[in-house]
Every structure is written in structure tokens, then in C-alpha cells.
């Protein structure tokens, strides 16, 4: 009979640990569920955190200082969006010496830098050398 009551109690307590196991696991599978959610979330907060750069490249007549009229209509529709960061690169401008280069560069950056004023718009102006003479760069973000 004590084998028996043994036996029984043996059964009783496996059983249980049986159960609490398959309870642990439920629960370890459920944290996983989360876990993966929780970092899915994350992972798209971090991607929608970028972006997204686009340049639009504009050229100067030889010796203008300003650009045509079609190349401002362009300019006026891309900045229509006051919530965007734009920079506007200006390369060094064709000239027969360095001093005319500089010196008609410096025009074509006022000039832009009150078109933009008149706009409303803020936006960054830089020397670019590395860019073809006589070219503007607009880079939106």
C-alpha cells in the first residue's frame, strides 16, 4: 500500500510540474510575441526618422547673374512647402580669371539670397566648387 501511496503521490507532483512547465512555456512564447512587437515599433519609429533627400540642378547662362525666368518658376513651385530644409549650392561661375569667378559667384548668391527673401523662404546658401561652373544645386529635405 505504501508503494502504491507513493506512486500516487509521485504521479500527483509530476503532473504538476508538467503543467507549471507548459505554463512557462505559454508565457515565455507570449513575452516573445511582445518582444517582437515592442521592436517592430521601434523599427519603424527609426526608419520614419530619415529623410528623404532629392536635389534639383539649375545652370546659368555664361556671364548671367540671374536665372532664367523658367528656372525660377521651378524654384518658386519646389519651395512652396515652408516645412522642408532647403540648401542651395552655388559652384564658381565661368569667368577668365579667379576674380571675376568669385566676384560673379558672390552676384548670383545675393541675387538668390533676396529671391528667397521675397519668397518668405528660409533657406542655406553654400559655395560648392565641386559642382560644374555655372550650376546651381537646390537639395530639398
Known amino acids: 500500500m505504501t508503494k502504491q501511496f507513493i506512486a500516487l503521490i509521485l504521479c500527483f ?3 504538476g510540474c508538467v503543467s507549471t512547465l507548459t505554463k ?3 508565457l515565455n512564447e507570449r513575452a516573445r510575441i511582445v518582444d517582437t512587437n515592442v521592436l517592430n515599433d521601434i523599427k519603424f519609429l527609426i526608419l520614419s526618422q530619415y529623410k528623404v533627400e532629392s536635389s534639383f540642378t539649375f545652370n546659368y547662362k555664361l556671364n548671367d547673374k540671374e536665372l532664367g525666368l523658367s528656372d ?3 524654384l518658386i513651385k519646389l519651395l512652396q512647402n515652408k516645412e522642408q530644409s532647403i540648401t542651395v ?4 561661375a565661368t569667368a577668365t580669371n579667379k576674380f571675376e ?3 560673379l559667384s ?3 548668391a545675393e541675387i538668390l539670397r533676396e529671391f528667397f527673401k521675397n519668397l518668405g523662404s528660409s533657406v542655406k546658401i553654400e559655395f560648392a566648387p565641386q559642382l ?9 529635405i
Open 13 to 15: 507532483t509530476i503532473t
Open 106 to 108: 558672390n552676384k548670383r
Open 24 to 26: 512557462d512555456n505559454n
Open 132 to 140: 560644374l561652373s555655372d550650376t546651381l544645386r537646390l537639395v530639398v
Open 72 to 74: 525660377k518658376v521651378k
Open 89 to 92: 549650392e552655388i559652384s564658381l
Open 101 to 103: 569667378q568669385l566676384t
